[in-house]
């Protein structure tokens, strides 16, 4: 579903470019979602392809107004995701100085921050971002993520649950936040909670092969192997209704 989506705002962005060459927050975004189209392309080659677009965009937007500080923001977005760590983190510092008040500034900041291994001043960016737009629960999730990766599960969770509670209220439904908390409680040995919570997040949509490997790999964490070979066969090769017992017997096409 997110690929599909990213496929339309990448033809919504190409149409905007047009209309408007001389716009730098419009080339910025357009370097953005090709930015982001990268990540789900099928091969190495589109995906490179689609960076060394996403670059030119973005260096044109910043050529075009230095003091943009959108257009900093993602141009750093773009060279963290090419491996360019260095100019990444001076242009991303550099566009938090100069948009302080910008949600983009401090979440790009904390990503490279976070790349970098920075987890404690990442934290602090995402949270920033968060406090200027409170119902992004995608900052949540990175910052529960950090929390985990430096083994504080019970703050972890509650970011994660924080998550949920904003899906919840806004009629969001995304399973994202599920599979975070299993993850989390896998890592702590707690696997039945982790199973519950992955088996959960397949409720929002049983034909998501991904969403099945995760739930794999939690199985397979617990060492619970028979129950894992299904699940695990529905995300790669794919499964019919009757093979399906976990997800409500629903046919399941394999990921690529």
């Not at 789900?40 to 973005?58: H, P």
């Not at 003091?67 to 360019?84: H, P």
């Not at 397979?220 to 976990?246: F, H, Q, T």
């Not at 629903?250 to 690529?256: C, F, K, S, Y």
Request: hydrophobic share 45%; charged share 20%; aromatic share 8%.
């Amino acid at each position: 579903e997110r690929a599909a989506r990213l496929e339309q705002a990448l033809e919504e962005s190409t149409l905007a470019v047009e209309l408007a060459p001389d716009d730098s927050n419009v080339q910025a975004i357009h370097a953005l979602v090709l930015d982001w189209n990268a990540g789900y392309a099928q091969t190495a080659d589109e995906n490179q392809a689609l960076l060394v677009k996403a670059e030119q965009q973005a260096s044109m937007a910043y050529l075009r107004d230095p003091n943009n500080a959108l257009a900093l923001a993602i141009y750093a977005e773009v060279l963290l995701d090419q491996g360019k760590l260095a100019q990444a983190a001076q242009h991303a510092q550099q566009a938090v100085d100069i948009a302080p008040d910008l949600m983009d500034t401090h979440r790009v900041n904390g990503l490279v921050l976070e790349t970098l291994g920075q987890y404690r001043v990442a934290i602090e960016e995402y949270e920033k971002a968060a406090a200027i737009y409170p119902n992004l629960t995608f900052l949540y999730i990175r910052i529960g993520v950090i929390y985990r990766e430096l083994q504080v599960y019970d703050v972890a969770l509650e970011q994660f649950a924080k998550a949920i509670r904003i899906n919840e209220a806004n009629g969001v439904q995304d399973p994202i936040p599920y599979i975070a908390i299993a993850k989390t409680y896998s890592r702590m040995g707690e696997f039945f909670v982790a199973a519950l919570n992955g088996e959960k997040a397949l409720n929002f949509d049983p034909t998501d092969a991904n969403t099945y490997g995760q739930l794999g790999d939690i199985y397979v964490r617990s060492r619970n192997y028979e129950g894992a070979m299904p699940v695990l066969k529905c995300a790669v090769l794919g499964c019919i209704a009757d093979e399906n017992e976990v997800g409500g017997f629903v046919p399941v096409e394999g990921l690529p």
